[in-house]
């Protein structure tokens, strides 16, 4: 299919980790991209990998990404009360020769975090 | 990391008329973007921004209606033509800068409601 999918809703209690997935469409496409949207605010950049890595880490995020399956996660650790938000995964595809590529989102994961 | 500004935040229109929004990036940008996100929904590029010549269009949008601007490499803007209640939506500025290509940054949005 065309489109990149995540599942709509999360819930985790204050302190667990949460792991939220997403299916991209384009085996060729070079960065995949987490992105937070706090109620009522722009988009900020969370963290990204190119796509020949299988992790990254960054404080208390993980990103997996199993290219073979067109399958990437986000793992938050230790989930806070702040966390809570709508989480966009993206995929930079690539357009042919040219290096512009833009991005595709998912449709959002809406993290609830329970104290 | 890059500061993008847009301007409104939000407005409220008549049915009919036209908004132009304001976008202004901090840094020097390599590639500008504009997107819309309707109400509960993902990110849908509109358009590329190209600095000194016209738009590139995605399917579905088109310069008469999305009429965008670019004089320089950090500043455009995007109006709304000939508004309906359906171009309600949060409007995005967003933007890849020249030390940091990987990576694209998003304004905080325009909140456009149209009566």
């Known amino acids: 299919g065309e489109d990149v999918e995540q599942s709509l809703f999360l819930s985790v209690r204050e302190g667990d980790s949460s792991v939220i997935n997403c299916t991209y469409t384009?085996?060729?496409?070079?960065?995949l991209y987490w992105y937070k949207q706090e109620p009522g605010a722009g988009l900020q950049l969370l963290t990204y990998?190119?796509?020949?890595?299988d992790m990254k880490q960054d404080q208390r995020l993980t990103v997996l990404l199993n290219k073979k399956d067109k399958h990437l996660s986000l793992r938050i650790a230790d989930t806070q009360t702040g966390d809570s938000a709508i989480y966009f995964c993206?995929?930079?595809?690539?357009?042919?020769?040219?290096?512009?590529?833009?991005?595709?989102f998912g449709q959002g994961t809406t993290l609830q975090v329970k104290p | 990391s890059a500061v993008i500004s847009q301007k409104p935040s939000r407005d409220i229109c008549q049915r009919g008329t036209s908004l132009t929004i304001q976008c202004q990036v901090d840094?020097?940008?390599?590639?500008m973007f504009w997107y819309r996100q309707q109400p509960g929904q993902s990110l849908t590029l509109i358009a590329t921004?190209?600095?000194?010549?016209?738009?590139?269009?995605e399917s579905g949008f088109v310069i008469d209606k999305f009429p965008i601007s670019r004089p320089n490499l950090t500043f455009s803007t995007l109006t709304v033509s000939n508004m309906s209640p359906e171009d309600s939506s949060i409007y995005l500025c967003?933007?890849?800068?020249?030390?940091?290509?990987?990576?694209?940054?998003f304004g905080p949005g325009t909140r456009l409601t149209v009566l």
């Open positions: 967003s933007a890849r800068v020249q030390q940091a290509d990987n990576e694209q940054f």
């Open positions: 384009d085996s060729s496409s070079t960065y």
């Open positions: 990998i190119f796509s020949n890595m």
């Open positions: 993206a995929e930079r595809r690539s357009e042919g020769s040219s290096n512009t590529g833009k991005l595709i």
């Open positions: 840094s020097q940008v390599t590639m």
């Open positions: 921004a190209n600095q000194g010549s016209e738009a590139t269009y």
